[in-house]
């Protein structure tokens, strides 16, 4: 069962910065695009960031600037750095391919708090 872990998250301060990492099992990954989501409980999954399996990243303007993603072939990883980081940002952050084929990870927790 091919499926992604995504590791990373933690407690930072306002303006501060986390890289998430997300790896995903199985030999396909370097056709894939992904995408970074944040989930709160009870709500839709939201998209962060995407990136096209040429590399080619997109954003919504909400982080337009403050977040990049890449992505690692070689190592089966794609990676979201958040700079400038605001408290609305706390969230589980998750990643899936597009369209999504992995299981669902678990996520891991984003707090951004002084």
């Known amino acids: 069962q091919v499926q992604v872990v995504e590791s990373g998250g933690g407690l930072v301060q306002p303006g501060g910065s986390l890289r998430l990492p997300c790896a995903a099992s199985g030999s396909r990954f370097k056709i894939y695009a992904m995408g970074w989501y944040r989930q709160a409980p009870g709500k839709q999954r939201e998209l962060v960031a995407s990136?096209?399996?040429?590399?080619?990243?997109n954003y919504p303007d909400t982080v337009k600037g403050r977040f990049t993603i890449s992505k690692d072939n070689a190592k089966n990883t794609v990676y979201l750095q958040m700079n400038s980081q605001k408290p609305e940002n706390t969230d589980v952050y998750c990643c899936n391919a597009r369209p999504s084929c992995y299981s669902w990870g678990q996520g891991t927790q984003v707090t951004v708090s002084s």
């Open positions: 990136i096209t399996s040429g590399g080619i990243p």
